[in-house]
Structures are given as structure tokens and as C-alpha cells.
């Protein structure tokens, strides 16, 4: 197996709505912002090669919408997913798997793109099967009115109407084990429905892609939760738990949206869990 982080594009996104209930005065010790309250935020992906599988998880916000949609969210830097893939070897046409964390459109916006004329639309990668899970497909495709802003129909239901739309297994529990791509899955309920957290082993070690559970460092203590949480009490819960195990297993959390630390490990100390050391990439995956 190999691993390759994948850069989608960064943006930015209004740091109190990161943070929530959180003051200024603490998260932009470690998340600094703008004067227009902006903090930087990253697109991440992880692709995955094992034996003739290529696994790609998430795929940033993509290429379709208006200058305006893209104007709120101030795209910084030159990464693109093909910049990123060919750098790797790669090309689009290689996926055979797109595994999205959950369907927001920062997460699941790369997979669809204009057709050639621009009448419509087609997956971004012809090959590739696009899972998702049950629950927060039907959660997606019928959007609370909180979310529904995030659930954009152009980046969903063409998935569905490609023939090329697949669903993992749903646990028993919290933790789905070995499931269809390979990798354990973590269910985490607190951000949106059935959010999925993939725990790949790798090398003896074990690399969990936070998504939303664990945006930034920043967001390690158990009380700084997004204000987009559907539901902050339950992502508390769900962090306390998820970090425990990460400290006591010494797993390696990959940051999908940190702009500026890749990968990190978690230890307990008197205050709870926190941050032990940071990666690259490369310090991981060479």
C-alpha cells in the first residue's frame, strides 16, 4: 500500500463560525485571521493505492460553481487535484474509488463537473465507483433547512444518475470494521449524519482522515466544536471518544482541512487529550 496526500485547493472560511461558541481571543492563538475575520483552510484529500484499487478520499469543492458561489470562500494558493495527482503519477481516469467523507460541497464538490458544452453534468472521474452510506445519502438528498445550503444538488445527484453510486455497509456500533474499500470506517453523528472517518492500516501504524470531526489543531480541545455542528453536544462527545483512542493507540491523525499541519499524534495530559507532535506528510507516507 502507498499514500499520497492529494491538494484539492485552499480557501478560507469565517473563523468564529469555525470555532463557534469559542472566543477570538483563544482560537486565533492557533488559527490567526485576517481583518475580514477569515482563518485558512485546506482541502486535503488522501488517495489511496493498494494492489489495482485507487482509493481517493473526499475531493475538495471543485471547479463548477460562480465566481460569486467561490467569491465567499477567498480560493488561495495554485492546487488543483490534477496538479496534485499528476505530481503523484497519476491522472483522473486511474480512480477506481472515491470515498466521501460526507456530502458537503467542500467535500464532495470534485467529484461532479460540467459536461463538455456545459448543458450538464457528469462524474469527474469516469472510472470510479462513489460511496457514500445510506443514511446520509437520504439525510443529504432531503436537507434540514440548516444544511441545505451545503447540500448542493449538482455535486449529489448526478452520482446517483451515473449508475456509478455505492454504499459501504453501516455498523454496529460506532466502528465499521473492514469494510468494502478495505479500512475501517469510524461513524460520527455530531456534524452531519453518518459523517465517515476512514482508519487505514498502514504500515503498522494507523492514519485516521479527520474530515469534520477534528478540522485543525486548533479544534483538539473537546469544547471548540464548529458552529455548522447539527449537533455540538453529541461532537463532543464524539471527539472526547474518537481522541481517547487516538491517544491511547498512538494514531496518526490526518488534518484534511489544517492548511498548515498535515499530520498529527494526540497524548493525554492533565487537561485532557492534546497535541503531541506534528508531520508532513512525507515524515509518514516516504
Known amino acids: 500500500m502507498k499514500l499520497y496526500p492529494i491538494n484539492a485547493g485552499n480557501f478560507k472560511l469565517d473563523g468564529g463560525a469555525m470555532f463557534g461558541v469559542v472566543p477570538k481571543s483563544l482560537w486565533s492563538r492557533t488559527n490567526p485571521a485576517d481583518s475580514n475575520n477569515m482563518i485558512d483552510i485546506a482541502a486535503r484529500c488522501l488517495l489511496i493505492e493498494d494492489g489495482n484499487r485507487l482509493t481517493l478520499i473526499d475531493t475538495g469543492m471543485g ?9 465567499y470562500y477567498h480560493l488561495w494558493g495554485n492546487d488543483t487535484i490534477d496538479k496534485s495527482l499528476n505530481a503523484n503519477g497519476f491522472q483522473r481516469d486511474d480512480i477506481t474509488d472515491v470515498f466521501m467523507t460526507h456530502l458537503h460541497f467542500d467535500h464532495c464538490g470534485g467529484s ?12 469527474a472521474f469516469k472510472n470510479a465507483s462513489f460511496w457514500s452510506n445510506e443514511n446520509h445519502w437520504e439525510w443529504a438528498t ?6 441545505k445550503a451545503s447540500f448542493l444538488k449538482e455535486n449529489i445527484m448526478p ?19 473492514d469494510s468494502a474499500l478495505g479500512f475501517n470506517i469510524f461513524f460520527a453523528n455530531g456534524h452531519t449524519e453518518k459523517q465517515m472517518i476512514p482508519m487505514i492500516n498502514y504500515k503498522g501504524k494507523t492514519i485516521c482522515f479527520m474530515a469534520d470531526l ?5 479544534h483538539l480541545p473537546i469544547p471548540f466544536v464548529m458552529g455548522y455542528d447539527t449537533r455540538p453536544l453529541l461532537t463532543l462527545d464524539e471527539k472526547e471518544k474518537f481522541l ?5 493507540n498512538n494514531y496518526y491523525l490526518f488534518l484534511e482541512h489544517d492548511a498548515h499541519n498535515e499530520i498529527i499524534t494526540v497524548k493525554h495530559t492533565e487537561k485532557g487529550v492534546r497535541l503531541d507532535q506534528i508531520f508532513t506528510c512525507n515524515d509518514i507516507f516516504k
Not at 452520482?159 to 470494521?177: C, H, R, V, W
Not at 477534528?214 to 486548533?218: A, C, E, I, R, S
Not at 481517547?244 to 491511547?248: G, I, Q, T, Y
Open 63 to 71: 471547479h463548477k460553481q460562480s465566481e460569486k458561489f467561490y467569491g
Open 112 to 123: 461532479i463537473q460540467w459536461n463538455k458544452d456545459k448543458t450538464g453534468y457528469e462524474p
Open 142 to 147: 432531503n436537507p434540514n433547512k440548516r444544511e
Open 159 to 177: 452520482m446517483q444518475d451515473s449508475g456509478q453510486l455505492k454504499f459501504t455497509a453501516l455498523p454496529n456500533g460506532d466502528i465499521l470494521k
Open 214 to 218: 477534528l478540522p485543525t489543531v486548533g
Open 244 to 248: 481517547n483512542l487516538a491517544a491511547d
